[in-house]
C-alpha cells in the first residue's frame, strides 16, 4: 500500500466508529439522557475522514503513487463513508429513506460500471460529476449532522430548520448523483462496451 493509499484506509476504519457512536444512545438508552458526549466525537470523526479524502489525492499526486488500485480504492472508501454518514440520518429520520435509495442504487451501479471498465483492463476513478456529487454529499452531512447535533444538546427549537436545509442539499446532491451515474455510464460506453 502506498501512503495515499495508507490514508485512504483510515476513512475505512472512521466509518464504522461513526456508525457505532451515533447510535450509542439509541441502543443503550441508559446513555440517551447524556448522550452530549458523542456531538464532539462525531463532528472529529467526520471532519478527520473529510480531511484524509482531500489528503490522500494530494499525496498520490505530490508523491506520483497514482496507481489503478488507488483509483478504485479511493471511491470505494467514499461510498462507504458516505453510505454510513447517510444511513445514520436515514434512521433518524433526517434524511428520507426513499432517496438513500437512489443514492445506494447509484453507487452499486458505479461499482458495477467500474467492475465492467476493470475487466477491459481500465481502472476508471472519479470523474469530476462524481466529485462534484460528493461535495455536495459532505454539505449534506454537515446539514444533517448540525441537525443530529443540536438535537442531541437539546436545541431542538432549532433543529427544524437545519433538518429542512439537510432534506433540500440531499436532495440537490442527488440529483447531481444521479446525472454523474449517466456521465460515468457514457464513459463506459465510449470505451468500447
Do not use: H
Request: glycine fraction near 6%.
Amino acid at each position: 500500500m502506498t501512503k495515499a493509499d495508507k490514508i485512504t484506509s483510515i476513512r475505512l476504519i472512521l466509518a464504522p466508529f461513526f456508525v457505532v457512536i451515533y447510535f450509542l444512545p439509541r441502543w443503550f438508552p441508559s446513555l440517551k439522557a447524556d448522550s452530549a458526549w458523542t456531538v464532539p466525537c462525531l463532528w472529529v470523526l467526520f471532519i478527520v475522514s473529510e480531511i484524509s479524502d482531500m489528503l490522500d489525492g494530494m499525496v498520490a499526486r505530490k508523491f506520483n503513487e497514482v496507481s489503478d488500485f488507488g483509483r478504485l480504492f479511493d471511491p470505494f472508501a467514499d461510498t462507504l463513508v458516505q453510505v454510513s454518514y447517510f444511513l445514520c440520518f436515514v434512521v433518524d429520520g433526517i434524511l428520507p429513506a426513499a432517496l438513500f435509495l437512489v443514492v445506494l442504487y447509484r453507487e452499486f451501479g458505479i461499482l458495477f460500471i467500474r467492475n465492467l471498465m476493470l475487466k477491459k483492463g481500465i481502472a476508471m476513478g472519479a470523474r469530476m460529476g462524481g466529485k462534484i456529487k460528493t461535495v455536495t454529499y459532505i454539505i449534506a452531512g454537515i446539514a444533517a449532522l448540525v441537525s443530529s447535533s443540536l438535537e442531541r444538546l437539546g436545541y431542538d427549537v432549532l433543529v427544524p430548520p437545519f433538518r429542512l436545509s439537510a432534506l433540500v442539499i440531499f436532495s440537490i446532491s442527488v440529483v447531481f448523483s444521479v446525472l454523474s451515474f449517466f456521465d460515468y455510464a457514457r464513459v463506459y460506453k465510449k470505451a468500447g462496451a
